[in-house]
């Protein structure tokens, strides 16, 4: 059974920072493609960060590009997001998904795991 568990969300003031984390189980975590997605209230859901399992390339939204950083540890089996630079804007429930593709990453429906979410609020 697949289970990806989201960590580290919670409240932080604008400009600041946070690292949310996921740990994975259930699946060959190096055969996987992980990502980030978020969704707000009434908003749609948002890509945010990815990476190829294959490559290693990582991939971010236009609003997140050059604050936040997606990376693995493939021997804890988690992905993480750092996310810097915050502003209310990223208030969001953050998913953590998984992925055997190895394209197309931006796109929701490539993604056959995900996780429960965990709550980001940026205040102002």
């Known amino acids: 059974q697949v289970q990806l568990v989201e960590a580290g969300g919670g409240s932080v003031q604008a400009g600041g920072s946070l690292r949310l984390s996921c740990a994975a189980s259930?699946?060959?975590?190096?055969?996987?493609?992980m990502g980030w997605f978020r969704q707000a209230p009434g908003k749609a859901r948002e890509f945010v960060a990815a990476?190829?399992?294959?490559?290693?390339?990582?991939y971010y939204g236009g609003s997140v590009e050059g604050r936040f950083t997606i990376f693995t540890d493939n021997v804890k089996n988690t992905v993480y997001l750092q996310m810097r630079s915050l502003n209310p804007e990223d208030t969001a429930n953050y998913y953590c998904?998984?992925?055997?593709?190895?394209?197309?990453?931006?796109?929701?429906?490539?993604?056959?795991?995900w996780g429960q979410g965990t709550q980001v609020t940026v205040s102002s």
């Open positions: 998904t998984a992925s055997r593709q190895m394209a197309q990453l931006r796109d929701g429906e490539r993604y056959d795991y």
């Open positions: 990476i190829s399992w294959s490559s290693l390339r990582t």
């Open positions: 259930g699946l060959t975590f190096s055969r996987y493609s």
